[in-house]
């Protein structure tokens, strides 16, 4: 768990300067404390792709999940705003 906190607390800042990023914010499951998840805010589904896509994902995507103990899962949703 040290080595995942590391390794986001490093790349943290760099992330939330990419175009479109609104925030990334590192989670941990309260019952299960090896567990450990992130929640990023993009303005959009191509922003993120692009993210995806770069150099600076290229270097922190490899070295995170080399650091897992199970397959990842992801999920992606869209605010919907108050009427």
């Known amino acids: 768990m040290e080595a995942f906190d590391t ?3 490093k ?5 939330e300067r990419v ?3 609104h925030g990334v914010t590192l989670l941990s499951d309260p ?5 450990r998840g992130t929640l990023s805010r993009w303005a959009s589904e191509s922003h993120l792709n692009a993210y995806r896509k770069s150099e600076l994902f290229g270097v922190v ?3 995170t999940k080399a650091l897992f103990g ?6 992606s949703y869209e605010v919907v705003e108050p009427t």
């Open 7 to 9: 390794l986001f607390n």
């Open 11 to 15: 790349h943290h800042a760099d992330i």
């Open 19 to 21: 175009d479109g990023c």
């Open 31 to 35: 019952s299960d404390p090896r567990v």
């Open 61 to 63: 995507w490899p070295a």
């Open 70 to 75: 199970a397959p990842p899962e992801v999920w």
